[in-house]
Nanobody, 118 residues
Framework: QVQLVESGGGLVQPGGSLRLSCAASGSMGRITFMGWFRQAPGKQRDLVAG???????TYADSVKGRFTISRDSAMNTLYLQMNNLKLEDTAVYYCKVVHLKWVLQTIWGQGTQVTVSS
């Protein structure tokens, strides 16, 4: 059974940085998508950044130029480097993986809280 465990969240001041990690364990098939989503209180869960088949990356407009998504294939770990954090980045951040093992399977992590506050 595939499991995702996020880490790296916390409290940071505006302008600060955090690096989120998402470690995958278990046997996965071909990965078609890995990405980060976030959900603020009372809002829907939105895509922050993702890596689609291969190395194509995509970012929400609100984080372009500030956040960088990367992947360590050997370690099956996904990262999100977040720089110049803003108050509106406060949310629970979730890691998501879609992989093909017999059928397409979607796995979510448990989430990690990121709070930007002065």
């Amino acid at each position: 059974q595939v499991q995702l465990v996020e880490s790296g969240g916390g409290l940071v001041q505006p302008g600060g940085s955090l690096r989120l990690s998402c470690a995958a364990s278990g046997s996965m098939g071909r990965i078609t998508f890995m990405g980060w989503f976030r959900q603020a209180p009372g809002k829907q869960r939105d895509l922050v950044a993702g890596i689609v088949s291969g190395d194509t990356t995509t970012y929400a407009d609100s984080v372009k130029g500030r956040f960088t998504i990367s992947r360590d294939s050997a370690m099956n770990t996904l990262y999100l480097q977040m720089n110049n954090l803003k108050l509106e980045d406060t949310a629970v951040y979730y890691c998501k993986v879609v992989h093909l093992k017999w059928v397409l399977q979607t796995i979510w992590g448990q989430g990690t809280q990121v709070t930007v506050s002065s």
